[in-house]
């Protein structure tokens, strides 16, 4: 399983960015394969897609590292795995870590005055993480 970590603040975009993100690679193409809402909220969710022949999940509700851990055991047979966490998760958990030997790990951090304009281009630069981390 290939592994993306997005890492940030409490309230810095995070589930944003991993919904724009779904939204993007169903725009290219992916087929939803589930949705499961999870956490006290309606925001949290895990996205399971089917992208250029890959199983890619994106898991929204990730605040905590147990979180982190537990998503990487339950779709360890997927082939991407795409995660939010609270950026101290490198002090508590590197367990999640393990589950692939080249993580990517990206840390948001909140850019208030170009918010819109910061997601967009995060979700730009994942795009070009999944391709390339498929490809490999």
Do not use: W
């Amino acid at each position: 399983m290939k592994l993306i970590i997005l890492a940030g603040e409490n309230n810095s975009g995070k589930t944003t960015i991993l919904k724009a993100l779904t939204t993007a690679l169903q725009l290219k193409g992916a087929k939803s394969l589930k949705l499961t809402l999870v956490g006290n909220s309606d925001e949290d969710a895990e996205y399971e897609l089917y992208y250029c022949g890959h199983t890619v999940v994106i898991c929204t509700l990730g605040d905590y590292s147990d979180n982190l851990k537990n998503y990487c055991e339950q779709y360890k047979l997927a082939d991407m795995l795409i995660c939010a966490t609270r950026k101290d998760f490198r002090k508590t958990n590197y367990t999640a870590l393990s589950y692939d030997d080249m993580s990517t790990i990206i840390l948001i951090n909140p850019c208030m005055a170009k918010q819109q304009q910061h997601n967009s281009n995060v979700v730009d630069y994942l795009l070009q993480v999944i391709e390339s981390r498929l490809n490999h």
